[in-house]
């Protein structure tokens, strides 16, 4: 049984970009999945390891920790001498990066895409109807960040130089499902965007991913 323990679900965002993370360093995982219909989140065996009662939970031995990006970056850490180089801890000026473009994901890019993908997506999986004004609202504000984006990688292969790191990693999940819904233009009329996320989402790492959601 694999020392490290996942508990989430297979392809909930912040779960996927623990498991891509996992696999793209190698390493072995259990993964506990969590019905979150009946709330199983929200009982007080999880919610002892997770006190707000979100996805996903990593156990590593005796170490508990919760937040994807986080985890991922725990990750990267401790495995770092083995796959793939997540956070270019080798060159400190791309570390540096690393760290910069993590953040813009986080505070950047995620706010308005995750809201997207809940409105144009997870909504209707619901029968709740979409407001469009806030589409609106969303796509205008990602759209200036995809800007910045396009500009930078018109420079460079990745966002943090012309290696895939951890801050083009943890971009993956929610870029995902934004593409299963009209708001992908977004990312398809920007050559040099569109060309990034079909590299990293092509990666193995991911594939296996989705392959195991849908096994």
């Known amino acids: 049984m694999a020392a490290v323990k996942v508990y989430g679900m297979p392809l909930s965002s912040c779960t996927a ?3 891509t993370c996992l696999i793209e360093k190698g390493v072995e995982y259990e993964l506990i999945p969590l019905n979150l219909a009946v709330g ?3 009982q007080p065996s999880f919610l002892a390891k997770q006190p707000f009662g979100q996805i996903p939970v990593l156990e590593d031995g005796d170490l508990t920790l919760f937040e994807s990006r986080a985890i991922a970056k725990y990750v990267a850490y401790k495995y770092k001498d ?5 956070l270019r801890h080798e060159n400190v000026k791309e570390s540096a ?4 473009w993590t953040e813009v994901e986080s505070q950047q ?11 144009l997506l997870i909504k209707g999986m619901y029968g709740m109807t979409t407001d469009q004004a806030v589409v609106d609202a969303q796509s205008e504000k990602l759209g200036k960040v995809l800007d910045v984006y396009e500009a930078r990688l018109t420079e460079n292969k990745y966002l943090a130089g012309n290696s895939y790191s951890l801050a083009d990693q943890n971009h993956i999940p929610y870029t995902y499902f934004l593409m299963k819904t009209p708001a992908a233009s977004l990312i398809n009329s920007r050559p040099h965007v569109k060309a990034w996320w079909e590299d990293i989402s092509s990666r193995p790492s991911f594939q296996k991913v989705l392959a195991n959601a849908n096994a």
């Open 17 to 19: 970009r623990v498991l």
């Open 109 to 119: 890019y995620n706010p308005p895409i995750s809201t997207l993908v809940y409105e």
């Open 97 to 100: 990066l690393v760290l910069v």
């Open 82 to 86: 083995q796959g793939t180089d997540l």
């Open 40 to 42: 199983e989140h929200k």
